[in-house]
Structure formats: C-alpha cells, structure tokens
C-alpha cells in the first residue's frame, strides 16, 4: 500500500509540477525515475495518465479522473496520520483558492503574506475571475464567495459579510441634487452594474418592508470596481460593497455616502469547498485564517449581538 501511495504521490506532484524535471528536482532524484514512477502507476491502472511531447505534458481524460481521487487519497491518508500524532495535523500542500478577481485584489492577496509566514508548508494556487468555477471539475480546494450558495454538494461556512452603500461624489450632488428616498433615484444617473443578480434593481430594507427600484443611466459596467472608478469619476451614483473603499474615500470626503436611513440587504461571504467527508488541514487553515482575518475588519465582519 506504502510503494502505492508513493506512486500517487509522484503523480499528484507531477499534475501541480507540470514536468517530470520539476518533481525531479523537489524530490531530489533524477527525470527518469519520476517517469519509471509515472509508467508504473498507469501499467498498475492500466490506462494511460498523460500524453506525453517534447514540449510538454497534458492529462488524459482517466488522468483528470484519476487526479482528484488520488489527491483525496493522499489527503485522507494524511490525516489518519495526523489523527494519531505522527503529523500532529500539520497542514501542508497546495492550496487551489479561488475568488472573485476586485475580492481578490482588495482583501486576499494582501493577507497572503501573513498566511504564508504562519503556515510556511502550504503554497498557493489562486485563481480569480468573476465567473462561479465548478470547484471539483477546476480542482479547487476552496473559494471564497459573496453571496448564498445554492449548490446543495458543496459546503459553506460564513467567514464575513458584505455590506454595500450608496455613493456619490460630492460635485455629482451639487450638480444633480440628493436623493431623501430610494424611489429619488429614478431622477439620477445611476452607474449599473450587469452582473448584479437583482439586474437593474437595487434593493433596500426600510421601515415598511424590502423595497426594490429601478435604476437607469448612462454607464453600465461588469464589476463593481468598475461601480467605485465610475462613480469617483462622478459619472453617476453607485451602489458598492463596503469592502471596497480601502483609500478611505469616505472619510477623506472623495465620495458622500447618500440614503443613510435606507440599508441595502447584506450578503454573506462564504468559505466554499467540495462536500467531502474530510476536510484537509490545508482547508481548514485557510478558513479560520480568513474568518479570524476578516473579524478584525469592520468593512468585512460579520456583526455581534
């Protein structure tokens, strides 16, 4: 089972590697026993696990199967070690992270450094877009994600919240006016944002019940941190996660936040991974470094009662 797991483990590195030679060179052993390694495991399975040029190597249809049980199979091999103390847990690997790129930007990767000075065995594969990834066919270990999730395989813990406000430049307000009531708003440029799930709605939560408005105007834009350029631009009023304003914009008095007595509804965001019996170390780090992180931010924590 141990000579195995060993040929698992060589193929596992060889798909993150991408190269024989790379694997070679962390294991300290030579390019052609890692190939022996790769040969060995698909004559034992016997189909073939990559196709193999000059130039590089590509997963088969059976490797790109066979990948994630193998690294299921690793992890779940390292946490029986763990659970009787000769890993003590210690959370190692690749960690596959996905999250949305303005997210990304703002709030992931500058606590990247921290994360990797507490957990110094763990690397980083951090993939971000705006676009919902399928986690298990992209192979992510975890995403980070604003809003409910409604795919009943995955799991999701609440590690922060999203809270949004509604924006204008002062000179926009001199020039248009300020809006006392969300229903104001079809009077003003509004800076749409396409990819808002309401569409052209904005949603508010008032003393009467939800309240949901029409909003139109001349710019419409596919990430809300082309939402916070536009309106410090003055093209228009904005509706923009809170998260965002990391230039203290409102407090240096670039942007006013207007309809204060009107909250828009948060949302949460979510620690998401693959349903899976156990959860790596590696995840499981990640998520309480991120909740822990994220509690210490007022633009991100979620509130006490």
Not at 3 to 19: H, I, N, P, Y
Not at 123 to 141: H, N, P, R, T
Not at 238 to 250: D, L, N, S, T
Request: aromatic fraction near 8%; include cysteine; proline fraction near 7%.
């Amino acid at each position: 089972m141990s000579d195995t797991l060993a040929l698992f483990g060589s193929f596992v590195r060889t798909v993150e590697a991408g190269s024989f030679t790379a694997v070679a060179r962390d294991l300290n052993v030579s390019q052609p026993t890692v190939s022996r390694q790769i040969a060995a495991l698909e004559d034992h399975l016997g189909c073939l696990l990559f196709q193999r040029t000059t130039r590089a190597l590509t997963l088969t249809d059976d490797g790109r199967t066979f990948y994630e049980h193998a690294k299921r199979t690793l992890e779940s091999a390292g946490e029986a070690e763990s659970a009787v103390g000769r890993r003590k847990g210690k959370p190692t690997g690749v960690l596959r992270l996905a999250c949305s790129g303005v997210f990304g930007r703002l709030h992931i990767i500058p606590r990247l450094p921290r994360f990797r000075a507490r957990f110094p065995d763990i690397s980083i594969a951090l993939s971000m877009g705006d676009a919902f990834v399928d986690l298990v066919a992209e192979g992510i270990d975890l995403a980070i994600r604003i809003g409910e999730t409604k795919d009943s395989t995955l799991v999701a813990r609440r590690i922060g919240i999203t809270r949004r406000a509604v924006v204008a430049t002062p000179e926009y307000l001199k020039q248009h006016g300020t809006p006392e009531h969300p229903r104001d708003l079809a009077q003003h440029e509004c800076v749409v944002y396409d990819r808002l799930l309401t569409g052209a709605h904005w949603s508010f939560v008032t003393p009467e019940g939800p309240l949901s408005v029409p909003v139109s105007g001349p710019i419409h834009v596919n990430n809300t941190e082309a939402v916070r350029a536009s309106v410090l631009e003055g093209l228009g009023i904005g509706y923009v996660p809170i998260w965002h304003f990391v230039e203290q914009e409102i407090e240096s008095g670039r942007l006013a936040v207007v309809l204060r007595d009107f909250e828009p509804p948060a949302q949460p965001i979510l620690a998401v991974y693959p349903s899976r019996r156990h959860v790596a170390p590696k995840v499981r780090a990640a998520m309480d470094y991120f909740a822990d992180e994220f509690s210490l931010d007022p633009s991100l924590r979620v509130p006490t009662i």
